[in-house]
């Protein structure tokens, strides 16, 4: 529970609003218009339904829209009951995840379709989702002995893990060598107690299984991995890590043409070719 301009807000009470309004405004223009109007830059994004964050605020709250100021003012009531917040035109944030050391955990990742990160003496999070300020203090509680430094970094990668919301992209990574591979986030935290380790997981759709070496031209974005379990990649990062993908192109060829024929001597890459288009065909 947080406070805000002297009224008590829980997640739980944003969660009710949200479902209100997914009953009754997503198909009328007026929602249309928030969307396509360029003035509003930001959208509460909720299980891959995008909404208007101020808007919820005041719903929520039983405050009018006069009496507090969308923004920073709104987004940080939102990321402290634990939702994402994001820019309303280019909504999908893309991460990079180590599976555990040497991605030792990636084969069961991959099996189970999640993301798993360790910091399991913590325990289940979940109770403590509607307050990030209780993450912290439970995390200090629980690593006493971490130095301020250290602690600080760790409580933030534990927000950027549960802050990602249906649609982000997921990179596995395998230290600053290599990509083991790629997906799209299709659910929400949770704790499987079963696990011997690894226990905090995100379900993830694994649309690209296949490992490759971190790019030549990107390595000075891997350069900075280790030790680093949770880090937020940007648009442009991705895009180099991921440059050998089918060019726009190629895609726009096969969509006319329907079929591609590839030829060569063996070992030239006509089945890794194939693969990655169609990766980046399901990737969207």
Known sequence: MIEFKGKHITREDVLKELVKFKKEYPDTNGYQNWLDDGAYTFALKYKGQLY??????????????????????????????????????????????APGPKASFWERCLRDSNIAVGWDALGDLTPFLDDFSKIKDHY?????????????????????????????????????????????????????????????????????KAERPVP?????????????????????????LFADSPSRRDLQLLGKKKQIILYGPPGTGKTYCTRQLAVSIAEG
Do not use: C
């Open 52 to 97: 208007p964050p101020k808007y919820i605020l005041g719903q929520t709250t039983g405050l009018s829209l006069s009496e507090f100021a969308g923004g920073d003012e709104t987004n940080r009531v939102f990321e402290e009951l634990g939702f994402a917040v994001r820019d309303k035109l280019d909504h999908v944030k893309y991460w990079k995840i």
């Open 140 to 208: 200090s509680n629980t690593f006493p002995g971490d130095p301020p430094t250290m602690r600080g970094k760790q409580i933030n990668q534990l927000r950027r893990f549960l802050g990602l919301t249906h649609g982000d992209i997921v990179v596995a990574n395998n230290g600053k060598t290599s990509l083991v591979g790629r997906g799209r986030v299709v659910g929400d935290y949770r704790y499987l107690d079963d696990y011997e380790e690894y226990k905090n997981v995100i379900p993830v759709e694994w649309f690209d």
């Open 216 to 240: 030549v031209g990107a390595q000075d974005i891997a350069a900075p991995w280790f030790g680093v379990t949770v880090e937020e990649l940007a648009k442009a990062e991705y895009e180099r």
